[in-house]
């Protein structure tokens, strides 16, 4: 545990953004194109990145994900087990049935839908595997 100083509790930092998060995935242009369906999204760059891989990144003017590819796939490690692992990206949107049509218009599968303070939620996984959580708070 970090010691906390008088400092950092008299002076906390400002609160800062999240501006993206990059995650590696079996085809970038393939998991870019579910996300620019599903979410409205836009590809703000793609090209070569390290390790001889290929990256896409999708998202908004201010915040995106960045989707790598080494090109080789290895074992699926079980994310809500390994320490450093993805275990789901939010996604706030403000109309949730029709966010919800577009993830089942695109073959993909809603599950797990709850509803508590402060709103209603469903998850979906992409082809990869990877979870991602629909929420919206209206």
């Known amino acids: 545990m970090t010691e906390r ?3 950092s509790e008299t002076n906390p930092a400002p609160a800062a953004l999240l501006e993206h998060v990059n995650y590696t995935v079996a085809d970038p242009g393939r998991t870019a194109s579910m996300l620019q369906a599903v979410f409205g999204w836009t590809r703000r760059w793609e090209g070569p990145s390290i390790s001889g891989g290929r990256t896409v990144h999708v998202g908004t003017q201010d915040r995106y994900v960045a989707l790598f590819s080494k090109g080789e796939r290895g074992a699926r490690p079980d994310n809500y087990a390994t320490p450093g ?4 990206l939010g996604i706030v949107v403000e109309d949730l049935g029709a966010a919800e ?8 599968k809603p599950h797990s839908h709850q509803t508590y303070d402060p ?4 998850y979906f996984h992409d082809a990869d595997g990877i979870e991602y959580e629909v929420v919206s708070y209206g």
Not at 85 to 88: C, F, I, K, P, V
Not at 101 to 108: A, N
Not at 119 to 122: D, L
């Open 85 to 88: 692992g993805l275990n789901h």
């Open 119 to 122: 709103g209603s939620r469903f």
């Open 5 to 7: 100083t008088a400092s």
């Open 101 to 108: 049509r577009r993830v089942r218009d695109y073959g993909l």
